[in-house]
Structure formats: structure tokens, C-alpha cells
Nanobody
């Protein structure tokens, strides 16, 4: 059974940093895409960044990240990270980890099959 468990959310002030973690388990695949999404109250879910566990691919949603976030993997721990810096109030959202076995055409998919429960990030001004 695939499980994704996020942690590391919390409350910070504007300009602060947080590192989110997502522990993955139960995957029947040797390689897969993993990603971070976020959803603010009253808004649609949006992608933040994606990475391929087989290496050689990362992608950021520039309009969201603007050079402030870094996605990374520790394959030895099956853990995905999102390092967030220069946080702003508009970054306040529930952050979700997602995974999918599809990696086609050198890219991760738009829709992901597996999702975690989310971790809340709140940035105060």
C-alpha cells in the first residue's frame, strides 16, 4: 500500500524558512515522479515543483516558486523535501506531497495518482 506522509509545516513570519518532508513507502515501482502541490483556502490546488526519482529531472512552477523553493530527494530514505525560503503570506496553504509512476516524454505528469494528507504552512506578516 502506497503511503505518503508529510511533515515540517508550521507557522513562520514573512521572510522565514521551512523545510517540508514527505516520507514515501509501499511503492511497487523502482522509479516514479514526486511533487509538491499546495492549496490555499478558497483557491484551486496548484503545483509547486516536481522531481523524478530516476534522476535528471526537476521542474518548478516559476510563478509560484520564483526562485525561493528547492525540491530534493533522498532516495536512501525514500523521502522528498521542499526547502522554502523568503516565505510570504501568499505562501500560506496546505502543502501536499504526490507521487506517480508515470514519467513520459522526459516529464512528470500533470495528474498524480497518490497523495499525502498534507501539512499546513502559515506565513504571517
Amino acid at each position: 500500500q502506497v503511503q505518503l506522509v508529510e511533515s515540517g509545516g508550521g507557522s513562520v513570519q514573512t521572510g522565514g524558512s521551512l523545510r517540508l518532508s514527505c516520507a514515501a513507502s509501499g511503492f511497487p515501482y523502482s522509479t516514479y515522479c514526486m511533487a509538491w502541490f499546495r492549496q490555499a483556502p478558497g483557491k484551486k490546488r496548484e503545483g509547486v515543483a516536481a522531481i523524478y526519482t530516476g534522476g535528471g529531472y526537476t521542474n518548478y512552477v516559476d510563478s509560484v516558486v520564483k526562485g525561493r523553493f528547492t525540491i530534493s530527494l533522498d532516495n536512501t530514505k525514500n523521502t522528498l523535501y521542499l526547502q522554502m525560503t523568503s516565505l510570504k503570506p501568499e505562501d500560506t496553504a496546505m502543502y501536499y506531497c504526490a507521487a506517480d509512476p508515470t514519467f513520459y516524454g522526459g516529464s512528470c505528469p500533470i495528474d498524480f495518482a497518490y497523495w499525502g494528507q498534507g501539512t499546513q504552512v502559515t506565513v504571517s506578516s
